[in-house]
């Protein structure tokens, strides 16, 4: 880590941070059920044609359509136009089988406790069903799991709190004059409020009201409960307003139980500066901000595969495009929405151009509302047509990391790259703290990035198998003693398997 960003990121600390570590998924086109553990910077996908690489992306990237993409478009249809059917989506293309996609955030926040960093862990889970009668995929089901002590499950017939039994009664057993059924078991307690299905299916129809559910009127109260001797436990009650269903939903809080002087690991600031403000200093994480989070992380997801060049060699209408599509067909507009943004070409852009590309300079020309990428090389102008599609990848990729994403996915990384060119690149994106997911066929990433961030991809009988390197270590040694490359052995393996 650079200096500067060292500093940039000791900024940020009033600010809540935090990285995807996990993904899962299951049913999702030749997936059966995998979850895949990630690094900070480049995770490497490999495997024969057709081993389920690309579904990996494709359903992590699904998370983003369906929740932020698809949910202002009506009709609801997240599968459009990558796919014919909501039923190519699923495994088997069996109608009976519900998707489910879910991410994992380690988050880091400050606390109040000596000016330390505090560690937890929150998970998502969407499950998605079939709709023969629109032929689409629509979500059914949100689980959420906060901290490791607070799950809360909505579906389309009621929402459901589990909670930590000794602190709910230490807190006057909050919600028990208005959940419909309450369960009692030795360490937990559930409670269930029954919601009118007609009401929460038309919210489940548009997701974008599932977001605008999770708001807080950020009340919380403080209980002092005296336990055995002179002792008091601190407990802290929030009240989850679901504004659409007309409900309001208390959860039991537990404080931050590890704190550090640093946060572990890179991870990615939140920058929504209302709740900044809010997160300033806090010991307890609260279930509605928590969600937000995981919302906040989908959003930024990034997937990229091999760049539309022929798009993107004729002038384009200019709409102040933010967010960089698939196919990069936008690549102008996003460069030069980031140029307005920062009032320059993004340095980090331009160094990564100067390492790949010495000799060329490159710019975006706007006239009459369209932009057009130009380049110029040793000092001859090119026309768009002329744009090396080697730069066009790079400027690509380069885009998306100056986007911020939480996770950035990348199909065959290797098109259109020298050998020379992909160690840049994947140097570059080694040094992000955030995951990259990266495809490729190639020996050549797979030999620069090593074992300890690769990931066998193959496809059994009953479905995609996905591995990593079990003794990263030990493999390198051996390897070394016989003369043999990684991607010798690896390509080896999966061709054999």
Not at 45 to 64: C, H, R
Not at 333 to 354: A, D, F, K, W, Y
Request: charged share 25%; net charge positive.
């Amino acid at each position: 880590m650079t200096k500067a960003r060292h500093k940039a990121s000791k900024k940020r600390k009033t600010s809540p941070l935090y990285m995807i570590s996990k993904i899962k998924i299951k049913n999702f086109k030749n997936i059966k059920e995998t979850d895949i553990t990630l690094l900070p910077g480049v995770n490497i996908l490999v495997g024969p044609n057709a081993s389920g690489k690309t579904s990996i992306l494709e359903a992590t990237y699904f998370l983003y359509k369906a929740l932020i993409d698809a949910a202002e478009k009506t009709p609801y249809r997240p599968h459009i136009p990558e796919y014919w059917s909501g039923l190519d989506l699923i495994h088997g293309k069996d109608p009976n089988k519900n998707i489910e996609i879910g991410i994992t955030l380690n988050v880091y926040l400050p606390s109040n406790k000596n000016d330390k960093w505090c560690h937890e862990t929150i998970e998502g889970v969407v499950v998605f069903g079939y709709d023969a009668q629109r032929d689409t995929i629509l979500p059914i089901e949100y689980n959420f799991l906060i901290s490791n002590y607070l799950y809360l499950k909505i579906n389309t017939n009621s929402i459901e709190i589990i909670m930590n039994k000794e602190s709910w009664e230490a807190s006057g057993k909050p919600g028990r004059n208005s959940a419909s059924s309450i369960i009692e078991k030795k360490n937990k307690v559930i409670l269930t409020y029954n919601i009118d299905p007609r009401r929460i299916t038309s919210v489940f129809l548009h997701p974008r009201a599932i977001i605008s559910m999770y708001e807080t009127d950020f009340h919380i109260i403080n209980y002092a409960i005296k336990k055995k001797g002179d002792n008091r436990s601190s407990y802290k009650v929030s009240f989850i307003r679901f504004p659409l269903l007309d409900i309001e939903i208390p959860v039991v809080l537990r404080p931050f139980t590890e704190c550090s002087e640093e946060a572990k690991g890179i991870p990615v600031s939140w920058d929504n500066m209302l709740l900044n403000f809010l997160l300033s200093k806090v010991d307890y994480l609260d279930p509605s901000l928590a969600i937000s989070l995981l919302f906040d992380a989908i959003r930024k997801i990034v997937f990229l595969r091999h760049p539309d060049a022929g798009a993107l060699r004729e002038p384009r209408p200019f709409t102040g495009s933010n967010r960089l599509n698939p196919r990069a067909q936008n690549l102008a507009e996003v460069l030069l929405t980031l140029h307005g943004r920062l009032g320059r070409m993004p340095e980090r852009l331009e160094e990564l151009i100067s390492k790949a590309f010495p000799e060329f300079r490159v710019w975006v020309d706007s006239k009459f509302g369209r932009v057009v990428l130009m380049s110029e090389w040793r000092g001859i102008e090119m026309p768009p047509p002329n744009l090396p599609d080697g730069l066009i990848k790079t400027l690509a990729i380069g885009a998306a990391i100056e986007l911020g994403p939480s996770l950035l996915l990348i199909d065959e990384i290797e098109n259109s790259l020298h050998a020379n060119l992909l160690e840049i690149i994947i140097d570059e994106l080694n040094q992000l703290p955030v995951p990259v997911i990266a495809a490729t066929h190639s020996p050549i990433p797979v030999d620069i990035v090593g074992p300890e961030r690769t990931i066998v991809v193959l496809s059994e009988r009953d479905g995609v198998v996905v591995e990593r390197i079990r003794d990263p270590v030990k493999l390198r040694k051996s390897l070394a003693e016989h003369g043999v490359t990684f991607s010798d052995y690896i390509y080896g393996v999966t061709v054999k398997d």
